[in-house]
Every structure is written in structure tokens, then in C-alpha cells.
């Protein structure tokens, strides 16, 4: 597994971390068992990022991390959470004291006096350029309650906004091959300026999986039955936005153009971490298979493994299809 600079922190990363929004809420049910044998699964392959939230399962993700932390010292894995979504995104709403008693829930919840990395959770974008809004996170760090802060976005120009701001570690964003602009300007800016870059949402809420067909169901409380069209939500959370049918033909398209042995979730994962900017990529998992496949598809980056593929080809095709199935729809919305 390899590991990248978070920012300016002087932690690394790994490659390949871990989202986990499904061991919250949204994605149907996962146990307590379940949920620790995907922690577990996931630091044995290599895995030293956890991204949760302080609202995925109303703070059900974060206990659940820091639970699992505390009964495997020195495991050396870094927590990124985020906050901003406990109340209406309204722009009074993101203020110190909320700040700070967000962040007081959420060292309670993972058991530590100072949290690793906090991240607004897509804010509005008055929220991202208000000077006073990095001012209370400054403050927070100067106190110890968070070591280091950054900005989880919708849109390309709120990352540009975040990264703007001196004092932001990451920018999170999603960005996979069926939402292509962060390429335009978010990755090389984020570079530019010392910012990590984590992409989530990188398999399109499991369309990239190749394991969906027109006929899958989702459970009632999983986001992919209530969100396609943004009912809960922004709808680009569900499915990266892409029209469920549409998904399914430009997954396919893009499975056909692997060679025999590589799945297309580990191409498009190894696709994504390689490209110039990103610091991380944060899958899901539900399981400890899925969780150990995504992890295993950091060694794709590596030559020396014997297990490389060519994400050049695999590059050639993603722009491809994107071009021909998903540009004109997905590229000027976010």
C-alpha cells in the first residue's frame, strides 16, 4: 500500500483509505460485528485512514471507530470526521460555538482529546468563503480540540474556494469516471497549494462495482432507493448523479475494456489514485470482502507487485466513455 502526505500535517496516508458512511446509516443495515470486521479487515491490508461523520448514523460511525481504536493501540490510523449537517445548511448555522460543540460530540464519540482532521461537511458555498468560518476552526486547533481541518465539497468551484484558504489541510470531493471535472482545475490547484485531495463516492454508490443490473433493489432506507433525484440530499451523492440506466451502460462499457483478471472496481480505484493530485481514495464497504478488494486494488499502482495494469488504456477509456455517455449531462452541474 502506498502512503502520500496528508497536506501540510506531516501524517501520511494510505492510498486506499476507508468511508464509512455505511457502518452509520443509509446503505441498509450492517451490524456491530460486521462493522468491526470491516475496521479490522481493512487496517490488515494496509488501510490508515477511517473518513466518517458525525451524523452517519447519528454519530453510530464515529462511537463504532473509536470503540474499535481503543481496544487496538498503536494501530497508527488516522480519523478524519466531519460536522455542519447537524443542523439546516443554513449559513448562521456554521458558527464557533456550533463548531465547538459539534466537535465536543465527536471527541466524545471517538474517545479522543483532539481529533486527527475535521472537514466541514459540504457547506453552502457563503459558508466556504466567509473568512470567519476558518477563523473558529483556527481557533479550535489552537486549542487543541482538532489538529488539523478541511472542507468536504459538492462543486468544483467550492473546492477552489476551500483551497484557497491557507489554513485548509484536504479538500474532499467526489471524483470518479463518471465525474471527470475535478481533472479541469481542482487536482492540479489542490497540488499546487500543498492541499490533499479525497475522492470520494469513487465507485458511484456501487455502480462501478459491475455487480448491478435493471433489476437490483435497494433497501428502503438505503439512499440509492430515496435519493436518486435528490430528495433527501444533493442527488450527485447518489449514484455520483448519473441517470441509474445510463451508469449501467458506461460501467459496462468500461469492464469491457479490462483485460481478463482485473475487476473493474480495483481499475477504477488504482485509476483514480493515480492520478496527479489525489491523496486518497475512501471507499465503502459493507463487508470484509469488499473491504479487503478495495484495499488490494492499491496494489495496482505498484509495478513491482506483478499485478499492474495499464492505467493509461484504462485512462483512454475512461475519458472515453465519459465523453460519449455522461459529459453533456454530469460535466456542468458540479
Same mark, same amino acid.
Given at each position: 500500500m502506498q502512503h502520500r502526505p496528508l497536506g501540510r500535517t506531516g501524517r501520511d496516508v494510505s492510498a486506499i483509505g476507508l468511508g464509512t458512511w455505511q457502518l452509520g446509516a443509509d446503505w441498509g443495515s450492517v451490524s456491530e460485528a460486521d462493522a468491526t470486521a470491516v475496521l479490522a479487515a481493512s487496517i490488515e491490508r494496509g488501510v490508515t485512514l477511517f473518513d466518517t461523520a458525525d451524523v452517519y448514523g447519528d454519530g453510530r460511525s464515529e462511537s463504532l471507530i473509536g470503540g474499535f481504536l481503543a481496544q487496538n493501540p498503536?494501530?497508527?490510523?488516522?480519523?478524519?470526521t466531519k460536522l455542519g449537517r447537524r443542523l439546516p445548511q443554513l449559513a448562521e448555522n456554521y458558527n464557533a460555538q456550533n463548531f465547538r460543540d459539534w466537535t465536543d460530540r465527536s471527541r466524545r464519540n471517538l474517545g479522543v482529546d483532539t481529533l486527527d482532521l475535521v472537514q466541514l461537511h459540504c457547506p453552502p458555498t457563503e459558508v466556504i468563503e466567509d473568512d470567519a468560518t476558518f477563523a473558529a476552526l483556527d481557533d479550535l486547533v489552537a486549542d487543541g480540540a482538532i489538529a488539523a481541518y478541511g472542507v468536504s465539497?459538492?462543486?468544483?468551484?467550492?473546492?477552489?474556494? #476551500?483551497?484557497?484558504? +491557507?489554513?485548509?489541510?484536504?479538500?474532499?470531493?467526489?471524483?470518479? +469516471?463518471?465525474?471527470?471535472k475535478p481533472l479541469?482545475?481542482?487536482? +492540479?490547484?489542490? #497540488?499546487? #497549494?500543498?492541499?490533499?485531495?479525497?475522492?470520494?463516492?469513487?465507485?458511484?454508490?456501487?455502480?462501478?462495482?459491475?455487480?448491478?443490473?435493471?433489476?437490483?433493489?435497494f433497501s428502503a432506507d438505503d439512499h440509492r432507493t430515496y435519493n436518486r433525484q435528490g430528495a433527501a440530499f444533493d442527488r450527485g451523492e447518489t449514484f455520483s448523479g448519473v441517470d441509474y440506466g445510463v451508469g449501467l451502460e458506461a460501467a459496462a462499457a468500461l469492464a469491457a475494456s479490462l483485460p481478463e483478471g482485473v475487476s473493474l472496481p480495483a481499475a477504477t480505484l488504482a485509476w483514480i489514485a493515480s492520478r496527479p493530485g489525489v491523496t486518497t481514495v475512501i471507499p465503502g464497504a459493507r463487508n470484509v470482502a469488499q473491504a479487503e478488494s478495495n484495499a488490494d486494488a492499491g496494489a495496482l499502482l505498484d509495478a513491482d507487485t506483478g499485478t499492474a495494469i495499464d492505467l493509461a488504456a484504462f485512462d483512454v477509456a475512461v475519458h472515453e466513455v465519459y465523453d460519449r455517455l455522461l459529459r453533456e449531462a454530469i460535466h456542468p452541474l458540479w
Open positions: 498503536g494501530h497508527g490510523i488516522t480519523v478524519a465539497v459538492e462543486t468544483c468551484a467550492q473546492a477552489l474556494a #476551500a483551497i484557497a484558504h +491557507p489554513g485548509v489541510t484536504n479538500v474532499q470531493i467526489i471524483f470518479n +469516471p463518471f465525474r471527470l479541469d482545475e481542482v487536482l +492540479p490547484a489542490a #497540488a499546487g #497549494a500543498g492541499v490533499a485531495v479525497f475522492a470520494r463516492v469513487p465507485l458511484a454508490s456501487g455502480l462501478l462495482s459491475g455487480r448491478y443490473t435493471a433489476s437490483t433493489t
